[in-house]
């Protein structure tokens, strides 16, 4: 088999075992051929390569100044995929077993602040070509912020998950792991006058002979839904309308807001990873850190002593 093959069945596995989205199997695709572009050009491939040669290879990313978070990604997908070839019997060894990855650097993510997020919120009220879009608009920005969704979870959202005015909205992550997320009373207001709009858009659509979408975000586009890329464009919109900084705001930093609200204001850690749809606490944790960073902050630019000093 040669390694193009190698590389497929691997990714062929990861969807079918665990689940793997789209774009996972994407950055695996991205990652593992430029591995084997490097093998070739050191005369081996998957087949041949050992130890010295991952090596070798990590030692080539750092020449290029690529960062440890790449890296280190790099040679997870290398490792999953000769675990994989191991499993498989395609390899009787896992040259990349005992290889220790480069670490990540910690940093805390970006956030905002409930002024700011509020800011947004309203610019969404406002910005859009039409009554329709500034509904739409309305929608997904209360959406995001009341549920810390995942901007490819929130565009692909289905139609009949957000039917019925719910107090709850089901969300599909990644792996296709559902969990279910309190709406606020804005979003569901939101919500509701979306729907409506939704509804009538439906029934148009019906009279004039044309299948409906199954999408509460529909798009003419090829997904059928509002894309990940299209949504990037309008969020940094709503920032400069809301008079925020377009260079803190993208998708996740409303996550992020989510999550940081939330603990500061005294929920359960372990109720925010469920919101979230983390795999292990470990990684909701990360908010505490922010929260600290903030409340640290605060001290130093309104404690009178501080500003003395």
Not at 166 to 185: A, N, Y
Not at 236 to 242: I, N
Not at 289 to 307: G, M, T, Y
Request: hydrophobic share 40%; with cysteine; proline share 4%.
């Amino acid at each position: 088999m040669s390694d193009t093959h190698w590389i497929a069945a691997f990714l062929d596995a990861q969807a079918a075992e665990r689940g793997a989205a789209t774009n996972t199997q994407l950055a695996y695709a991205r990652d593992l051929k430029d591995f084997t572009d490097w093998l070739e050009r050191e005369a081996a491939s998957l087949a041949t390569a050992q130890k010295s040669h991952v090596e070798d290879y990590l030692v080539y990313c750092d020449a290029q100044g690529l960062a440890k978070s790449t890296r280190a990604r790099r040679l997870s997908a290398i490792k999953q995929l000769y675990h994989f070839c191991f499993e498989e019997g395609l390899r009787s060894d896992n040259p990349a077993v005992q290889i220790s990855g480069p670490g990540r650097d910690k940093r805390l993510p970006k956030t905002l602040s409930t002024e700011e997020v509020d800011r947004l919120l309203e610019a969404a009220l406002t910005r859009g070509r039409s009554p329709d879009d500034r509904c739409r608009n309305t929608c997904l920005m209360q959406l995001l912020y009341a549920t810390g969704m995942r901007v490819s979870e929130l565009v692909s959202l289905p139609l009949s998950s957000a039917k019925g005015d719910p107090r709850m909205l089901l969300i599909k992550g990644k792996g296709g792991k559902e969990r279910m997320v309190p709406l606020s009373p804005p979003a569901r207001a939101a919500l509701r006058d979306w729907l409506q709009l939704r509804e009538a858009q439906e029934d148009a659509a019906r009279v004039d002979g044309k299948s409906g979408s199954t999408f509460l975000f529909p798009s003419r586009g090829k997904s059928g839904h509002l894309t990940r890329h299209a949504f990037y464009i309008l969020i940094k919109d709503l920032a400069v309308t809301g008079g925020v900084s377009p260079a803190k705001v993208t998708p996740h930093t409303l996550r992020h807001a989510f999550a940081t609200h939330l603990l500061a204001n005294g929920a359960d850690l372990r109720a925010i990873q469920t919101f979230l749809g983390h795999a292990d606490v470990s990684t909701t944790e990360i908010y505490t850190h922010v929260l600290e960073e903030r409340l640290k902050e605060l001290v130093l630019d309104h404690h009178p002593l501080a500003r003395d000093a």
